[in-house]
Protein backbone atom coordinates (compact mmCIF):
# COMPACT_ATOMS: atom_id res chain seq x y z
CA UNK A 1 0.00 0.00 0.00
CA UNK A 2 1.28 3.63 -1.06
CA UNK A 3 0.34 6.98 1.32
CA UNK A 4 0.83 10.23 -0.42
CA UNK A 5 0.87 13.19 0.98
CA UNK A 6 0.47 16.62 -0.65
CA UNK A 7 2.01 20.19 -0.36
CA UNK A 8 3.03 23.31 -1.25
CA UNK A 9 -0.68 24.63 -1.66
CA UNK A 10 -1.31 28.29 -1.05
CA UNK A 11 -2.69 31.68 -2.12
CA UNK A 12 -1.07 33.40 -5.16
CA UNK A 13 -2.21 36.42 -7.22
CA UNK A 14 -2.98 35.65 -10.53
CA UNK A 15 0.07 35.38 -12.95
CA UNK A 16 1.93 33.85 -9.67
CA UNK A 17 3.43 30.20 -9.48
CA UNK A 18 3.27 28.08 -7.23
CA UNK A 19 5.03 24.00 -6.58
CA UNK A 20 3.15 21.33 -5.51
CA UNK A 21 4.94 18.00 -3.74
CA UNK A 22 4.05 14.64 -3.30
CA UNK A 23 6.05 12.39 -0.95
CA UNK A 24 5.03 8.66 -1.08
CA UNK A 25 5.63 5.80 1.79
CA UNK A 26 5.15 2.48 2.37
CA UNK A 27 5.21 0.24 -0.43
CA UNK A 28 6.62 3.20 -2.34
CA UNK A 29 7.43 2.91 -6.38
CA UNK A 30 7.84 -1.46 -5.56
CA UNK A 31 5.39 -1.10 -8.36
CA UNK A 32 6.70 1.16 -11.36
CA UNK A 33 3.10 3.33 -11.18
CA UNK A 34 2.51 6.25 -13.35
CA UNK A 35 1.85 9.15 -10.52
CA UNK A 36 -1.29 11.76 -11.63
CA UNK A 37 -2.31 14.77 -10.53
CA UNK A 38 -6.12 15.56 -10.14
CA UNK A 39 -8.21 18.61 -9.11
CA UNK A 40 -11.60 19.47 -7.31
CA UNK A 41 -13.28 22.99 -7.25
CA UNK A 42 -16.06 23.25 -4.89
CA UNK A 43 -19.24 21.60 -6.33
CA UNK A 44 -16.99 20.18 -9.29
CA UNK A 45 -16.35 16.71 -9.50
CA UNK A 46 -12.48 15.81 -9.54
CA UNK A 47 -10.78 16.23 -12.51
CA UNK A 48 -7.40 15.26 -14.39
CA UNK A 49 -4.92 17.50 -14.54
CA UNK A 50 -1.71 15.40 -15.27
CA UNK A 51 0.41 12.41 -15.32
CA UNK A 52 3.76 11.09 -15.98
CA UNK A 53 5.29 8.18 -16.41
CA UNK A 54 7.42 5.68 -13.78
CA UNK A 55 10.28 7.22 -15.98
CA UNK A 56 9.29 10.45 -16.52
CA UNK A 57 9.71 10.01 -20.21
CA UNK A 58 6.24 10.07 -20.65
CA UNK A 59 3.89 12.79 -19.69
CA UNK A 60 0.40 13.93 -20.16
CA UNK A 61 -1.76 17.20 -19.39
CA UNK A 62 -5.20 18.17 -19.88
CA UNK A 63 -5.79 21.35 -22.12
CA UNK A 64 -6.47 24.09 -20.03
CA UNK A 65 -2.80 23.73 -18.35
CA UNK A 66 -1.08 22.76 -21.14
CA UNK A 67 1.68 24.95 -21.55
CA UNK A 68 1.83 26.41 -18.03
CA UNK A 69 1.88 23.10 -16.05
CA UNK A 70 4.65 20.96 -15.57
CA UNK A 71 4.72 17.79 -13.80
CA UNK A 72 7.97 16.01 -12.83
CA UNK A 73 9.17 12.58 -10.65
CA UNK A 74 12.23 12.24 -8.74
CA UNK A 75 11.90 8.37 -7.89
CA UNK A 76 14.82 8.22 -5.98
CA UNK A 77 13.19 10.89 -3.37
CA UNK A 78 9.62 9.44 -3.77
CA UNK A 79 8.62 12.37 -4.69
CA UNK A 80 6.36 13.57 -7.61
CA UNK A 81 5.79 17.41 -8.39
CA UNK A 82 3.90 20.02 -10.01
CA UNK A 83 5.04 23.14 -11.17
CA UNK A 84 1.73 25.54 -11.54
CA UNK A 85 2.77 29.21 -13.43
CA UNK A 86 0.86 31.68 -14.76
CA UNK A 87 -1.80 30.73 -12.39
CA UNK A 88 -5.61 31.95 -13.16
CA UNK A 89 -8.51 32.34 -10.83
CA UNK A 90 -10.07 28.85 -12.51
CA UNK A 91 -7.24 26.85 -11.45
CA UNK A 92 -8.64 27.30 -7.36
CA UNK A 93 -8.86 23.73 -6.40
CA UNK A 94 -7.97 21.52 -3.96
CA UNK A 95 -5.37 19.46 -5.48
CA UNK A 96 -4.68 15.56 -5.11
CA UNK A 97 -1.95 13.22 -5.87
CA UNK A 98 -2.82 9.48 -6.95
CA UNK A 99 -1.04 6.46 -8.63
CA UNK A 100 -2.12 4.90 -12.35
CA UNK A 101 -3.58 1.96 -11.38
CA UNK A 102 -3.61 1.03 -15.21
CA UNK A 103 -0.06 1.22 -15.07
CA UNK A 104 0.17 3.09 -18.45
CA UNK A 105 0.13 6.72 -19.09
CA UNK A 106 -3.24 7.89 -20.66
CA UNK A 107 -5.18 4.75 -20.67
CA UNK A 108 -7.28 6.58 -18.03
CA UNK A 109 -7.71 9.99 -16.93
CA UNK A 110 -10.61 8.90 -15.31
CA UNK A 111 -10.27 9.70 -11.25
CA UNK A 112 -12.00 6.44 -10.69
CA UNK A 113 -8.69 4.45 -12.07
CA UNK A 114 -6.41 5.84 -9.69
CA UNK A 115 -5.79 5.24 -6.23
CA UNK A 116 -3.37 5.69 -2.32
CA UNK A 117 -5.46 9.43 -3.10
CA UNK A 118 -3.59 11.71 -0.36
CA UNK A 119 -5.33 14.68 1.50
CA UNK A 120 -5.28 17.08 -1.04
CA UNK A 121 -3.29 20.58 -1.23
CA UNK A 122 -5.83 23.61 -1.40
CA UNK A 123 -4.65 26.52 -4.05
CA UNK A 124 -6.16 29.26 -4.02
CA UNK A 125 -5.50 32.42 -7.20
CA UNK A 126 -7.16 35.64 -6.75
CA UNK A 127 -8.19 37.88 -9.57
Known amino acids: QVQLVESGGGLVQAGGSLRLSCAASGRTFTTRYPMGWFRQAPGKEREFVAEISWSGGTTLYTDSVKGRFTISRDNAKNTVYLQMNSLKPEDTAVYYC???????????????????WGQGTQVTVSS
Open 98 to 116: AVDRRLIVGVSTTASDFGS
